[in-house]
């Protein structure tokens, strides 16, 4: 973990190995006015304009850091339009280029805009997202194996205040859980499977008051779980189902948290082509960052208990696999059948959702790579968020707070009919149109009944896209796993714990 410290120094004072600046269209130095004469001449408009810097967002330009300064270069990293004041979401993706970039390098300081804690927090939080790579199966000597940036000096002047020390604290703990799901996410399939996911589990509370608990393949038929287990029974490594609890004393509310855990998606015997099985790896990242958000809010002793669920299974082809047209009993005792065996991410979620709502939470709220459909229709860096009107938009607000992008998705009524099933309680897939949404309806199917019998406040989150990172790398964000969703989560837990959604 790269280290992070704030101080009141002075820019030119600093003395890291890179002084990071930040510089908006214009182009201009957003807080020019405290760097020395000589580096903010050097830095006019007219001198950014001829060397070609434009201050767009994930723009990063190094300089010599020239006379009157400590470090031995400048760099320059863009935070798109502003007006006014740099917003949140820029200064974090505005340092997490930065410092992203500067990868083998041993320091950095950050002079960024962070006069009040909002934005100092977010230069931290961006700066310690960037500073990521993913290098367990690398030489050290193999390119690309730079070691991300090691200390990091965060120029404020409200260094000694007290709450930014909490702040900072409290974007250490994101960031390091959004990290740990990046590690899981990258991570090969023939290393992490059912098995090796719930020991990760067991070591990711380690030092906390958070307990695991996980049935294995004989708990699961004992208990009927058979969403996960027609899943996983076509693979020698058997499937999973992972509980991981915070529970403090005295609970404001109780968050259930519900996560896909495909190991690997080959399809299953309904076989994906080879070039869709290539980013297979990261079905599991709804169940990673269930794990991580539960961890985290352990570690920020939130006031509210939450219980997260893994379903875990590896979707493989073989003489065990389900086949098109099997029925599996779930947990609940609701029968579907299957049409599709490569839509299995809602068969294991059925289960876990079903075990979850057992509990009667306050909130229920399932994550999951489900359907490509997500991705034709909102992209690769926008999840959609389906459910409850009210929990949906709970969902959409702690999303803004936490700098993530999702988009309200409706459950059209018309399209659960395409879910209906002549030999079972329903199908698990339905109308090709519309496949996203069909798939959220077929988790509604799943959501229990409360106490008042109303159906349990419930949202879907469909991260399939903004999971993991094919593209090249953007703000705090590389290649590979992201961390999707983990900060969302926590802004959703932190919510309930103030008596809001």
Known sequence: ?????????????????????????????????????????????????????????????????????????????????????????????????????????????????????????AVAEGALLGAYAYRAQRARTAEGSAAPLASVELLTPLARDRALGARLQRAAVLADAVNAVRDLVNAPPNELYPETFARAARDAVKGTRATVTVLDEQALAAGGYGGILGVGQGSVRPPRLVRVEHAPSRPRAHLALVGKGITFDSGGLSLKPPTGMVTMKCDMAGAAAVLATVVAAARLDLPVRVTGWLALAENMPSGTAQRPSDVLTTYGGRTVEVLNTDAEGRLVMADALVAAGDEQPDALVDVATLTGAQVVALGSRVSAVMGDDALRTAVLAAAERAGEQFWPMPLPEELRASLDSPVADLANIGDRNGGMLVAGLFLREFVPVGADGERLPWAHLDIAGPAFNEHAPHGYTGKGGTGHAVRTLVALAEGLGQGSR
Do not use: C
């Open 1 to 121: 973990m790269t280290d992070l410290r704030a101080s009141t120094t002075a820019p030119a004072r600093a003395g890291a190995d890179a002084l990071v600046l930040a510089v908006a269209p214009g182009p201009r130095v957003l807080g020019a006015e405290a760097l020395p004469r000589p580096l903010r001449a050097a830095l006019s408009p007219a001198a950014l304009t001829a060397l070609g810097v434009t201050g767009k967002a994930d723009e990063v330009v190094r300089l010599p850091a020239g006379e009157g300064v400590r470090a031995g270069v400048v760099v320059l990293t863009g935070t798109g339009p502003v007006t006014g004041a740099a917003g949140a979401e820029q200064l974090r993706r505005a340092a997490g280029a930065a410092v992203r970039s500067l990868a083998g390098v041993a320091s950095a300081a950050l002079a960024l805009p962070a006069d009040d804690l909002e934005s100092a927090a």
